[in-house]
């Protein structure tokens, strides 16, 4: 005669999780290659075509302004920003430090990683420090 065990598990129920309105990455790149601060073309170039890259909509073409740097020393370089039909991709960038912020929000999930990538390739940065966000966590909440 064999002896068999049957083991009878009941399946845990299924969590779910609530759908944030969207997702922000928020990345501080210390020590980004010489220049790429005062860059106009560069950073224009980097908010025309990540967009394209994360799978994003633009609603308008980027825009990118100077910060004075004689009236605001500290502050000198650029920030812009690239409006899209999901949210926005904005940067600002700190000539003093070499630094530069990016803040990526979008109402659509992407690839975080990818993101990373692609703001190293443009700006070289020797550390890239990285938060993200779920936003609206409520949003859909019935």
């Not at 890259?53 to 100077?66: C, R, S, T, V």
């Not at 000539?95 to 703001?119: M, N, W």
């Amino acid at each position: 005669m064999n002896d068999q065990t049957v083991t009878i598990t009941k399946a845990a129920p299924k969590i779910k999780k609530p759908t944030p309105f969207g997702y922000e990455l928020l990345l501080d790149l210390y020590g980004c290659k010489s220049g790429a601060c005062d860059d106009l073309a560069l950073c224009y170039k980097f908010l025309d075509e990540i967009v394209s890259y994360l799978g994003m909509e633009k609603q308008a073409p980027p825009d990118i302004f100077y910060t004075d740097g004689v009236r605001f020393p500290d502050k000198a370089g650029l920030s812009g920003w690239a409006p899209l039909v999901e949210s926005s991709i904005v940067i600002h960038t700190l000539t003093p430090k070499d630094y530069i912020s990016i803040d990526i929000y979008c109402c659509k999930e992407f690839d975080i990683e990818k993101a990373k990538t692609f703001c190293r390739s443009f700006f070289s940065p020797k550390r890239v420090d990285a938060q993200f966000i779920l936003r609206g966590v409520d949003y859909y909440k019935e």
